[in-house]
């Protein structure tokens, strides 16, 4: 029997009111269960934009903000993956990633920071240190952020550990060749690790100085790097059936990630 797993990435569009974005985020989760989707997974930075300082919107992970997804996830029976903000010991925040749903909870702090187009985002944000991934309707899933994309060693070592799909959350800054690069990074990050990756993305907004607001484009990418399913610019959602059988299909005939491990 195929195996498969059904995904869904809700392309929001986060500002500065954190009241409004959980209730899009909320309302997020629940089309995706409708959907009969495994996995919901909402942009970075879903609790609030990069437009202001995100400092002052930051909550720990039993805050009202994480404790309302916790509460719809568990609702709903899916699994959530949702952008926000952590404090972090040293006055900056945490990049985080809060996955969350029946089978448990773990979290991804962002490891590579956007200090890159005249932006700093190290200036108010501590990396993480760790790769993750978890389990998900018996599916081994792996997470990344956003700038994480142009680092394929991530991507390599995630599929070295057992992902066989990665969701990749982003709120990717607009720009010259930005949108070119963004669905080019996809693909290859998904040759790199031999994995199905779906992108979801901060819906398009006009630039703001250097703030990252997003560009939209979130994506299905197939372990070759094809590409299956994309949205545009605006906010939508994103629901694919992942055929995990054409993982071990891929490995099993280019057998790259075996190659100095």
Same mark, same amino acid.
């Given at each position: =029997?195929?195996?498969?797993?059904?995904?869904a +990435?809700?392309?929001?569009?986060?500002?500065?009111?954190?009241?409004? #974005?959980l209730?899009?985020?909320?309302?997020?989760?629940?089309?995706?269960?409708?959907?009969?989707a495994?996995?919901?997974?909402?942009?970075?930075?879903?609790?609030? @934009? *990069?437009?202001?300082?995100?400092?002052?919107?930051?909550?720990p992970?039993?805050?009202? *903000? +994480?404790? +309302?997804? %916790?509460a719809?996830?568990?609702?709903?029976?899916?699994?959530?993956?949702?952008?926000? *903000?952590?404090?972090?010991?040293?006055?900056? !925040?945490? #990049?985080t990633?809060?996955?969350?749903?029946?089978?448990g909870?773990?979290?991804?702090?962002?490891?590579?920071? *956007?200090?890159?187009?005249?932006?700093?985002?190290s200036?108010?944000v501590?990396?993480?240190?760790?790769?993750?991934?978890?389990?998900?309707?018996?599916?081994?899933?792996?997470? +990344?952020?956003?700038?994480? $994309?142009?680092?394929?060693?991530?991507?390599a070592?995630?599929?070295?550990?057992?992902?066989?799909?990665?969701?990749?959350?982003?709120? @990717?800054?607009?720009?010259?060749?930005?949108?070119?690069?963004?669905?080019?990074?996809?693909?290859?990050?998904a040759?790199?690790a031999?994995? @199905?990756?779906?992108?979801?993305?901060?819906? @398009?907004?006009p630039?703001?100085?250097?703030?990252?607001?997003?560009?939209?484009?979130?994506?299905?990418?197939?372990?070759?790097? =094809? !590409? %299956?399913?994309?949205?545009?610019?605006?906010?939508? =959602?994103?629901?694919?059936?992942?055929d $995990?059988?054409? !993982?071990?299909?891929?490995?099993?005939?280019?057998? !790259?990630?075996?190659h100095g491990?």
């Open positions: =029997m195929s195996r498969h797993i059904r995904i +990435a809700a392309q929001i569009s986060s500002g500065p009111d954190m009241a409004e #974005n209730e899009a985020v909320l309302s997020a989760i629940e089309k995706a269960a409708e959907a009969g495994a996995l919901a997974i909402l942009p970075e930075a879903a609790s609030f @934009w *990069f437009g202001g300082d995100v400092r002052e919107q930051a909550e992970l039993d805050g009202p *903000f +994480a404790s +309302a997804i %916790r719809k996830a568990k609702e709903c029976g899916i699994t959530a993956s949702v952008g926000m *903000f952590e404090p972090a010991s040293d006055g900056r !925040v945490y #990049n990633l809060l996955i969350t749903g029946p089978e909870e773990t979290a991804y702090r962002k490891v590579h920071l *956007f200090d890159a187009f005249g932006a700093k985002e200036d108010t501590a990396p993480g240190k760790d790769y993750v991934t978890t389990e998900i309707a018996g599916v081994r899933i792996g997470f +990344a952020t956003c700038f994480d $994309l142009r680092f394929a060693d991530q991507f070592a995630l599929g070295r550990q057992g992902a066989e799909v990665i969701a990749v959350s982003a709120s @990717w800054g607009d720009g010259p060749a930005k949108a070119e690069q963004w669905d080019l990074l996809l693909r290859a990050r040759m790199d031999q994995s @199905w990756l779906v992108a979801c993305g901060q819906a @398009w907004r630039p703001q100085g250097t703030a990252p607001l997003g560009i939209g484009r979130s994506a299905v990418v197939d372990p070759v790097g =094809m !590409v %299956r399913a994309q949205l545009p610019g605006s906010v939508g =959602m994103l629901v694919h059936d992942i $995990l059988d054409m !993982v071990q299909d891929i490995r099993a005939r280019i057998p !790259v990630l075996s491990s």
